[in-house]
């Protein structure tokens, strides 16, 4: 079964700086989709970005993107220009079919004025 | 604006009770699901849906079920509530199409007590 692992429980930013959220998972497929999802105060978890693990660039949307590193099982976010409206619980997860998704464990990420 | 909607965001039942968890969505989407989060483990997979009348279990069924006889609904039931299914539990749903994303309700946190 593939597992996913989000080893930073909490992590903090400055506003207007950039912050790196880490995600490894394992899998014995070799083509695969991986998304991470943001929940804020609201609870309304939120699409931020997906990766398809056949493509060689690195998915980006806007201020966010990502750092995928197929052999290394790596799928880490980079947010820039962190603003207040990005402080949230961010998941990780990996797509295991028929929409199912394996989720790691969350990060919570504070952002400072 | 493409929506899934819990029926409730706050419950409060006492143990042994029967518990009824709604959520519709209004996205004409074929697969629909439950999931349970809880801090430090993030999003678990209870039961799914891909069908009418269709389920499957997810990765943590036990003391639940679930019934779909509509497309858009697609309810959790606990069938006699305990202190250890105090969480939040999300309902989500997706089209059959691979790599879709996934929309989530709020959220329902319910308490047992």
């Known amino acids: 079964a593939q597992t996913v692992t989000q080893s930073q429980p909490e992590m903090s930013v400055q506003e207007a700086e950039t912050v790196t959220l880490s995600c490894t998972y394992d899998?014995?497929?070799?083509?695969?989709?991986l998304f991470w999802y943001k929940q804020p105060p609201s609870r309304q978890m939120i699409l931020v970005i997906r990766?398809?693990?056949?493509?060689?660039q690195n998915a980006t949307e806007n201020r966010f993107s990502v750092n995928f590193q197929k052999a290394a099982k790596s799928f880490s976010l980079k947010i820039s220009d962190s603003q207040l409206g990005d402080a949230a619980m961010y998941f990780c997860?990996?797509?295991?079919?028929?929409?199912?998704?394996?989720f790691g464990q969350g990060t919570i990420l504070t952002v400072h004025p | 604006d493409v929506k899934v909607t819990q029926s409730s965001r706050y419950l409060v039942k006492r143990t042994g009770e029967k518990v009824f968890l709604e959520c519709v969505q209004d996205m004409d989407h074929e697969n629909m699901f439950w999931y349970r989060q809880d801090p430090g483990l993030g999003l678990r997979l209870i039961y799914f849906s891909y069908d009418v009348k269709m389920k499957e279990k997810g990765d943590i069924p036990e003391g639940y079920s679930v019934s779909r006889e509509k497309k858009e609904r697609f309810s959790l039931i606990l069938e006699s509530a305990s202190t250890n299914q105090t969480s939040m539990y999300l309902c989500a749903s997706s089209s059959r199409a691979e790599n879709t994303e996934a929309f989530f309700g709020q959220g329902t946190r319910l308490t047992v007590v």
């Open positions: 990766q398809e693990a056949y493509k060689q």
């Open positions: 899998t014995s497929e070799s083509d695969y989709y």
């Open positions: 997860a990996y797509y295991v079919g028929y929409g199912k998704l394996t």
